[in-house]
Nanobody
Framework: QVQLVESGGGLVQAGGALTLSCVAS????????MGWYRQAPGKLRELVSS???????NYADSVKGRFTISGDPAKNTVHLQMNSLKPEVTAVYYC?????????WGKGTRVTVSS
């Protein structure tokens, strides 16, 4: 049973930084894609950033230049460095892993940015 466990969320003031981490256990296979989605109250879940096993990264336009994703396919880990945080990024952040046609999700970690 593949499980994703996130860590690193919390409360931070605007302009601050946080690093989210996620580790997938219960598998010996390297991820195809791992990344982060977020869901703010009353909104749909949206992609924040992702990284492929080959190192190709993708970012939502709203976070480009401020967030940096990194990952280790062999360890099934992914990290999201978030800088210059703004109140509008307040949401629950979910780790996502894809292997072949299988999608796995973490339970989420809350990020709150105060103004």
């Amino acid at each position: 049973q593949v499980q994703l466990v996130e860590s690193g969320g919390g409360l931070v003031q605007a302009g601050g930084a946080l690093t989210l981490s996620c580790v997938a256990s219960g598998t010996i296979f390297r991820f195809d894609v791992m990344g982060w989605y977020r869901q703010a109250p009353g909104k749909l879940r949206e992609l924040v950033s992702s990284i492929t096993s080959g190192g190709t990264t993708n970012y939502a336009d709203s976070v480009k230049g401020r967030f940096t994703i990194s990952g280790d396919p062999a360890k099934n880990t992914v990290h999201l460095q978030m800088n210059s945080l703004k109140p509008e990024v307040t949401a629950v952040y979910y780790c996502h892993r894809r292997w072949r046609d299988l999608d796995y999700w973490g339970k989420g970690t809350r990020v709150t940015v105060s103004s």
